[in-house]
């Protein structure tokens, strides 16, 4: 299984990729590095990679998910209740793909701010 890791200054977030068109297409694009933005509790940012809806896409994710955001181009982790959230739940702005799971607790995230910098690298 392929593995990656998330920098964001020094809290580091590793994921497992999916068997999807997007985790192939984003790991092809790698290394990534980008500026952060934040929604509520979640921190989203460009990745350079344009690809279309899949047909899972969804707005509700899980703990844990890693998605790709088709209207802004941008990987999209929530941890946490967002404007768009109803509840406890994690609720994107729109349809995304789900293709990494992350491997440990997304909450770290917390303290990320917009204008931190990211770097997505391949493990191993």
């Known amino acids: 299984m392929r593995r990656i890791s998330f920098v964001f200054g020094s809290i580091i977030l590793e994921a497992e990729l999916l068997d999807t068109p997007t985790a192939k297409a984003i790991w092809d694009a790698l290394p990534i590095e980008a500026s952060v933005s934040t929604w509520g509790d979640e921190v989203y940012f460009d990745c350079g990679v344009t690809l279309a809806e899949e047909p899972d896409a969804r707005t509700l994710m899980n703990p844990g998910d890693i998605a790709y955001w088709?209207?802004?181009?941008?990987?999209?982790?929530?941890?946490?209740?967002?404007?768009?959230?109803?509840?406890?739940?994690?609720?994107?702005?729109?349809?995304?793909?789900?293709?990494?799971?992350?491997?440990?607790d997304v909450k770290t995230l917390k303290p990320v701010r917009s204008g931190s910098r990211v770097r997505i690298t391949r493990i191993g």
Do not use: M
Request: cysteine-free; glycine content about 14%; charged content about 25%.
């Open 70 to 104: 088709p209207p802004g181009d941008a990987i999209a982790i929530g941890f946490g209740r967002t404007p768009a959230s109803r509840g406890d739940e994690i609720r994107l702005a729109s349809e995304a793909n789900v293709w990494a799971r992350a491997r440990g």
